[in-house]
């Protein structure tokens, strides 16, 4: 998954357009990646655009949300629970 793409989507979002933020935002996608992949299991694909849009969503959220103990929103676990099911779905070892 491409890094930047990622960066560029997730300060459109935010509204943010100088790159003061850069760093840690950088450091929340890449904490986002890597939980999606080595904790949650998955296998992102930067070429599929829902994979592309949930790491953004997600990394936002982690952005915004980064002084509140409030659990994931709901869109969010509806999403990442789609994910599993695709990629069960796509698993070969079935």
């Not at 491409?2 to 960066?7: A, E, G, H, Q, Y």
């Not at 357009?17 to 760093?23: E, F, N, W």
């Not at 930067?46 to 949300?65: C, E, K």
Request: glycine share 6%; charged share 25%.
């Amino acid at each position: 998954m491409n890094t930047s793409i990622v960066l560029e989507l997730v300060k459109a979002r935010l509204g943010i357009s100088s790159t003061v933020r850069d760093t840690y935002l950088t450091a929340i996608i890449d904490g986002v990646i890597k939980e999606l992949e080595d904790e949650k299991g998955l296998s992102l694909n930067g070429d599929n655009p829902n994979h592309l849009m949930f790491v953004v969503d997600y990394a936002t959220w982690r952005y915004q949300s980064r002084d509140s103990n409030t659990g994931i929103p709901r869109h969010l676990q509806y999403r990442l629970h789609n994910l599993f099911i695709h990629a069960r779905g796509d698993s070969s070892d079935v």
